[in-house]
Nanobody, 124 residues
Framework: QVQLVESGGELVQAGGSLRLSCAAS????????MGWFRQAPGKEREFVAT????????YYPDSVKGRFTISRDNAKNTVYLQMNSLKPEDTAVYYC?????????????????WGQGTQVTVSS
């Protein structure tokens, strides 16, 4: 399975921006639908964004639509999450994950590999 390592999380003020990165090991990165999830203390893991193998399909929940953008660079085995107009309620540990199908993965159970997470804290 692919190994995933997230980076880019930090403390930022409300209204600011961050870009998270997730580096994947292995030569089959382009065959995985990639996703981002987040989990705040005391809350369930929440879907944030997903992107198909070739980057042609993306999907977001209403809570981040228009503020977050997922992208990928298959040549660099990396998926990104650009987060703009951040709010205190975006504070969470952010995880990237890989699904073995190319499209339409957005439920946690569809993902087979997970990173260790990176902390994003948005101050008001």
């Amino acid at each position: 399975q692919v190994q995933l390592v997230e980076s880019g999380g930090e403390l930022v003020q409300a209204g600011g921006s961050l870009r998270l990165s997730c580096a994947a090991s292995g030569r089959t990165f382009s065959t995985y639908n990639m996703g981002w999830f987040r989990q705040a203390p005391g809350k369930e893991r929440e879907f944030v964004a997903t992107i198909s193998c070739n980057g042609g399909w993306t999907y977001y929940p209403d809570s981040v639509k228009g503020r977050f953008t997922i992208s990928r660079d298959n040549a660099k085995n990396t998926v990104y999450l650009q987060m703009n107009s951040l709010k205190p309620e975006d504070t969470a540990v952010y995880y990237c994950a890989a699904a073995s199908n190319c499209y339409y993965a957005y439920r946690p159970g569809q993902f087979i590999s997970w990173g260790q997470g990176t902390q994003v804290t948005v101050s008001s």
